[in-house]
């Protein structure tokens, strides 16, 4: 009889101390591995030589950004676009398409405008570069990296973003983009984020946390000051401005 009481002394006190160990984990432990930052996986693996990526916007060379190997917005023209796409090595100068497009802009207004398009030398990478022209006069240039180019690498290279924009696609409240301005310089970073039903991407800079640091670049536009993309920038409940990236 007193062997049985000893067991059940036992087993109530380990009982008690499994549900102690239990409730410990759940308070103090759980909130660390439950809330973790979103991971945005990338859609490019890093496996180009250099001579087949453009990191021209980190590196500054030849030219600072918003210049683009030479060709300057406003100024350089199509025959200024031919000749440098001929000397860069990660673009095919076979593979060059236009079409009709539109401009809008302070000081033109909305008018018809070309779009250019070239593509990469290897060509499983798509369009790397377009160019919108008005009167043979280049107006934005629009890249799209062919390499994994976080937001945070971006900021490190060219410096602090005056504005963060957060839109929210087709009405969905859990599908977000957000894209960094330079107001300044005419500089537009959109991010890869479309359709990851994942809207803490937004809310963190809505609540003025800070802007995740993992996520990807899908394009960068460079663009006159006037561009309609800019000209209403600050607009209240779209643009944010730049606190740093999020503490995680």
Not at 96 to 115: E, H, K
Not at 149 to 157: A, C, H, I, N, T
Not at 180 to 204: F, H, M, P, V
Request: overall charge negative; charged content about 20%; aromatic content about 12%.
């Amino acid at each position: 009889m007193f062997q049985k009481s000893i067991s059940i002394i036992l087993f109530t006190l380990l009982f008690i101390l499994l549900a102690f160990t239990v409730v410990f984990l759940l308070i103090f432990l759980a909130p660390k591995y439950l809330h973790k930052t979103p991971t945005l996986a990338t859609t490019i693996t890093p496996t180009l030589s250099s001579q087949h990526m453009d990191r021209s916007i980190l590196t500054g060379d030849p030219c600072q950004a918003p210049c683009w190997y030479g060709l300057e917005l406003g100024k350089s023209t199509k025959s200024d676009v031919i000749r440098t796409i001929e000397n860069l090595t990660f673009l095919d100068p076979e593979n060059i398409s236009t079409r009709a497009s539109s401009y809008w802009d302070d000081t033109v207004g909305n008018v018809n405008s070309t779009r250019m398009n070239v593509g990469r030398i290897i060509k499983e990478y798509g369009n790397c570069v377009g160019f919108n022209f008005v009167d043979d006069e280049i107006k934005t240039i629009s890249i799209i990296p062919n390499y994994p180019l976080s937001f945070k690498e971006l900021v490190d290279s060219i410096g602090k973003p005056d504005y963060v924009q957060v839109f929210y696609l087709q009405n969905n409240v859990k599908d977000c983009d957000v894209t960094l301005e330079w107001t300044k310089r005419g500089i537009e970073d959109y991010d890869r984020s479309a359709g990851l039903e994942n809207q803490e991407y937004c809310t963190s800079v809505i609540e003025g946390k800070g802007v995740y640091s993992n996520l990807y670049v899908d394009t960068i536009v460079y663009c006159l000051p006037g561009h309609i993309s800019l000209i209403d920038v600050p607009s209240r409940g779209r643009d944010f401005p730049w606190v740093g990236f999020i503490s995680e």
